[in-house]
């Protein structure tokens, strides 16, 4: 029970790293060229980030967290259709 109270307490605060892993999601994706081969999804990662920080500001973070996961996924998704599979 208390571990559960602890987790719960830890999600209330700001999502500092979550919100550094959208941005630093999209800057990837963006610098290998995803505005040209994805740009649908750098632009809905973009506007997830967005939506984001004014959460953020707001003082939603329950929101904010959620808004930047899914903009750092979709900056994923934009990265993996500009860059080839790894060969081994």
Wanted: proline share 5%; charged share 25%.
């Amino acid at each position: 029970m208390t571990l559960l109270m602890l987790s719960a307490g830890c999600e209330s605060g700001p999502p500092v790293q979550e919100m550094s892993d959208a941005r630093q999601a999209i800057s990837i994706a963006r610098e290998a060229g995803a505005a040209t081969a994805a740009g649908e999804d750098l632009s809905q990662a973009e506007a997830l980030l967005e939506s984001a920080e004014k959460n953020l500001a707001g003082r939603a973070y329950s929101q904010a967290r959620r808004d930047a996961m899914q903009a750092k996924e979709k900056a994923l998704n934009a990265l993996a259709t500009v860059e080839p599979p790894e060969q081994n």
